[in-house]
């Protein structure tokens, strides 16, 4: 596996304790979830309808603002791993520093690779990748110039796993162009990453194709309970974006008399320039608080965002050490 976050079988090996006994924000998953409420027993026995993967996807146009054609798979990681059998292998470019597995993903499927810093590098790209806001510096890019850049790719894939408390930057409305694929998780901004959820958006062959290869039953009866249930919930978004910028700017405060420098984040995650990130790491897992490093980047280090009060007084007080 490629050097991710939520790898706290790590933590424990290295720092001892139970599972339970973490506060795990090495990832970017909201830790104050969803509330989910019962599923019935039917969502578990039986097979997944057609009628009810088709609620799932009303459901996730209204959340995400868009009528174009769309398709639940298990996570946006579904979907990255299917992206190569989109096309026949060319020039993929890939906005970079970003979430690894892309690379890795298109490599294996025989794709030339090249990551590039700047956005007007992709042109020309066969298939071009764009997360936005990134993973890992938050870094963003208005609508207007991701649309500008379709004419001059072959395909124009959006990730937009940590989009959901930034809607206006979101291109799912403009999904249904030829040539422009939308990624979205559910997992992060509801909390709920273990029910292996998300959704590409696109134009209707592009769609077929992925839904083609996903198979007959991408998703749980579980996963469509829930996920109808929170993705039609606009209250509950609303409340838990507002809470999330106000706990941006509170995770930012707390750690500023560590001399730490903000180095970007999103809604989910804050990434902060250390002079030693796997220092700060290890004090904080004496804390039983796990955080995540870049083997390239040795200054960085990237906080998700507490959850309870409680995580945030032990979060304060490791901090005080």
Known sequence: MREHGGNLDQAQQRFGGRAEDWI???TGINRLPYPVGEVSLRAWSALPSRAEIDALHQAARHAYRTSAPIVALGGAQAAIQLLPQL???GRARILAPTYN???GVLSAAGWDVQEVGEIDALADADLAIVVNPNNPDGRCHSPKDLVALLPRVGRLVIDESFADAVPQLSLASEAGRPGLVILRSFGKFYGLAGLRLGF??????????LAALSGPWPVSGAAITI???ALRDDAWAETTSARLARDCVRLDEMVQTLGWRLAGGASLFRLYETPDARAAQEKLAHGQIWSRVFTQRPTWL????PGSEAEWTRLGEVLAR
């Open 24 to 26: 795990d924000l090495s």
């Open 87 to 89: 096309a026949a292998p």
């Open 101 to 103: 597995e892309y690379a």
């Open 200 to 209: 590409a958006i696109g134009n209707a062959a592009d769609i077929d194709r």
């Open 227 to 229: 996920g109808c249930r």
């Open 302 to 305: 990237r906080l998700g965002l």
